[in-house]
Every structure is written in structure tokens, then in C-alpha cells.
T-cell receptor, first 114, second 113 residues
Framework: GENVEQHPSTLSVQEGDSAVIKCTYS??????FPWYKQELGKRPQLIID?????GEKKDQRIAVTLNKTAKHFSLHITETQPEDSAVYFC?????????????FGSGTRLQVQP | DGGITQSPKYLFRKEGQNVTLSCEQN?????MYWYRQDPGQGLRLIYY???????QKGDIAEGYSVSREKKESFPLTVTSAQKNPTAFYLC????????????FGQGTRLTVV
């Protein structure tokens, strides 16, 4: 099945700085890579995703890049704000489930210091 | 809010007892999933169902059971065979196609006392 590794596990930045979270995956046949944000005690919510037909996707202050050759993808948050503080998870489709369920990374706790 | 509803939000169980977590969705999604979340370990797949009356084991199915009698409902039973059941349980659903977004419920925090 898919194996997803995520780094770092914690990240602390000053407000206004950029944050980068990186993930690697094992199944070269995967084509869909979402990122979820989970605030304390709440449900994970999709913030951005990318498919393998593009190398980068942006949505205001967040962007995701994908390198299929190296099997890694990254989340970039620019001009960070205190409300960006949360746990972020990357994911990739699980081959063992016909690529219908997602396998998640272990999460990155982002703390934005005001 | 609508979408996927999990109940209860908090649940306490005595050792040796079975307990059932509820998950209902009104998104007309075919597929439903149960994940377990422990600190520092991300989300791990317990069971998933692509269609009514069918379900498959995920990565950590031991000690859990599910049913899918209705499209809208996918209850999870944590049995006494689950050795370490204290965790945050998340239900999710999707359209069931390959490589699509999963929508999550608000979770149930289960504590064994």
C-alpha cells in the first residue's frame, strides 16, 4: 500500500514569514495529493489539492508543488497569520483500497507566533 | 452544520464493554470511511465501504466492526477485543471514485475508563 512520510512534525514561524511542509510517497501510480488543515478539536478540512498533470497550484497564500519523478510534494504558506496555526496533513491515495481511501502523513503542527 | 454527522462527540467506556459510534451523511456519497487519530500518528484507516452492504478492512481493523445497511449510515463498533481503544475517531465520506476528496465528520473522542 501507499506510504506517506511528512516533515517536519512541528514548525514554528513568526507572523508574516513563510512555512513549508514536505511529504514523500511510495506509490508511483498515485495521481492525487490533497492537503488537510485540522484546527484543535475540529475535523480535518481540505485546503488545497494537486493532480499529477500539473507541477504547481496556488490559492491565495497557499500553494502546493509536486515532483512526480522524486515522489514528493510540498505545501507552501506565505505571509503566515496566527489563524494559520493548526495541524496540517498531506495524503495520497491508498493502492490497497483501489485508490479510493487516503493514506495520511503523520501531520505537522504549525505555530505562527504573533 | 450538515454534511457528515458523528455522535456522540465524547464517549466514555468501561473496559470490557463494546461501544458503537454513529456516522450519518447527507451528501449522497457512495463511499464511507473510518479513521483513527492518535497524537503524532496521523490518521489510520480502520474500515471503508464503497457501497451498501459491502465493506473492507483497512490497516488497523482488529478489534473493530462495521455495518453498511443504508447509504447514509456507517456505524463503527469498538469491541472489547480492541486493546487500546482510547483515541479520536473520524468518519469520512466521498463520491467513491478513485482519487477524490474525503469529507470528514467532527469526530468522536472515545475514552476508556
Amino acid at each position: 500500500g501507499e506510504n506517506v512520510e511528512q516533515h517536519p512534525s512541528t514548525l514554528s514561524v513568526q507572523e508574516g514569514d513563510s512555512a513549508v511542509i514536505k511529504c514523500t510517497y511510495s506509490d508511483s501510480a498515485s495521481n492525487y495529493f490533497p492537503w488537510y488543515k485540522q484546527e484543535l478539536g475540529k475535523r480535518p478540512q481540505l485546503i488545497i489539492d494537486i493532480r499529477s498533470n500539473v507541477g504547481e497550484k496556488k490559492d491565495q497564500r497557499i500553494a502546493v508543488t509536486l515532483n512526480k519523478t522524486a515522489k514528493h510534494f510540498s505545501l507552501h504558506i506565505t505571509e503566515t497569520q496566527p489563524e494559520d496555526s493548526a495541524v496540517y496533513f498531506c495524503a495520497a491515495p491508498s493502492a490497497g483500497t483501489g485508490r479510493r481511501a487516503l493514506t495520511f502523513g503523520s501531520g505537522t503542527r504549525l505555530q505562527v507566533q504573533p | 452544520d450538515g454534511g457528515i454527522t458523528q455522535s456522540p462527540k465524547y464517549l466514555f467506556r468501561k473496559e470490557g464493554q463494546n461501544v458503537t459510534l454513529s456516522c450519518e451523511q447527507n451528501l449522497n456519497h457512495d463511499a464511507m470511511y473510518w479513521y483513527r487519530q492518535d497524537p503524532g500518528q496521523g490518521l489510520r484507516l480502520i474500515y471503508y465501504s464503497q457501497i451498501v452492504n459491502d465493506f473492507q478492512k483497512g490497516d488497523i481493523a482488529e478489534g473493530y466492526s462495521v455495518s453498511r445497511e443504508k447509504k447514509e449510515s456507517f456505524p463503527l463498533t469498538v469491541t472489547s477485543a480492541q486493546k487500546n481503544p482510547t483515541a479520536f475517531y473520524l468518519c469520512a465520506s466521498s463520491f467513491g471514485r478513485e482519487e477524490t476528496e474525503a469529507f470528514f465528520g467532527q469526530g468522536t473522542r472515545l475514552t476508556v475508563v
